[in-house]
Nanobody
Framework: QVQLVESGGGLVQPGGSLGLSCAASGIIFRVVTMGWYRQAPGNQRELVATISPNDWTTYAESVKGRFTISRDNAKETVSLRMNSLKPEDTAVYYC?????????WGQGTQVTVSS
């Protein structure tokens, strides 16, 4: 019954911006800390941002100051606003719990930063 559906990815130029959304269903959304992850080919899946039920946030150093995570408990969604994008941000982006054990991973959404 648990389902995580990411959307919003696409192709952007370096320095551009993009917004991602994650729709979560089948979980008690309001009581869990959610995270955004990314995985580039040949790389490990990396946690890039988290947000707690009371809106405390954390960010990986590589994205701090450029990305903003937010949540809407009524809609059971988690968003990621990405600014000043760099080619090294290119990856498939996923949402899930911020700590294991994770729910089944969704399809993810591809973000490509290239000129």
């Amino acid at each position: 019954q648990v389902q995580l559906v990411e959307s919003g990815g696409g192709l952007v130029q370096p320095g551009g911006s993009l917004g991602l959304s994650c729709a979560a269903s089948g979980i008690i959304f309001r009581v869990v800390t959610m995270g955004w992850y990314r995985q580039a080919p040949g790389n490990q899946r990396e946690l890039v941002a988290t947000i707690s039920p009371n809106d405390w946030t954390t960010y990986a150093e590589s994205v701090k100051g450029r990305f903003t995570i937010s949540r809407d408990n009524a809609k059971e969604t988690v968003s990621l606003r990405m600014n000043s994008l760099k080619p090294e941000d290119t990856a498939v982006y996923y949402c899930n719990l911020a700590r294991p054990p994770w729910h089944p991973w969704g399809q993810g959404t591809q973000v490509t930063v290239s000129s």
